[in-house]
């Protein structure tokens, strides 16, 4: 599923890309490679959801923040942080590690 600013073409890249790396032989390792590039494209979108839980309710952010935090820490050093659409403080934390 896509949601409003996402493109095919974008989850596409990401698909590709894991099946290049990974080249899965079978129905279950593509099934498991193309997990795996799903879970990378739900990962990436956890800063535009943390902006939009923040921008909707500021004076309650921390626990807009807080709800997403732990998954956004999953997802620290992935496409979306790399190409700079961390969330506020995220890009130090990425850039460190």
Known sequence: MLL?????EQYDK???RFF???K????TEEHLVRHLADL????SRIPNLEAG???????????????????????QGRA???????GPGLE?????T
């Open 80 to 86: 979306g942080c790399a190409e700079g659409h961390c």
């Open 20 to 22: 290049d790396e990974h």
């Open 14 to 16: 990401i698909l590709a």
């Open 53 to 75: 839980a923040i921008q909707a309710d500021p004076k309650n952010a921390a626990n807009a923040v807080g709800t997403f935090g732990m998954y956004s820490k999953l997802g």
């Open 4 to 8: 409003e600013g996402e493109t095919q």
């Open 92 to 96: 130090s934390d990425v850039h460190a």
């Open 24 to 27: 899965p032989d079978g129905p």
């Open 40 to 43: 990378e494209w739900r990962i």
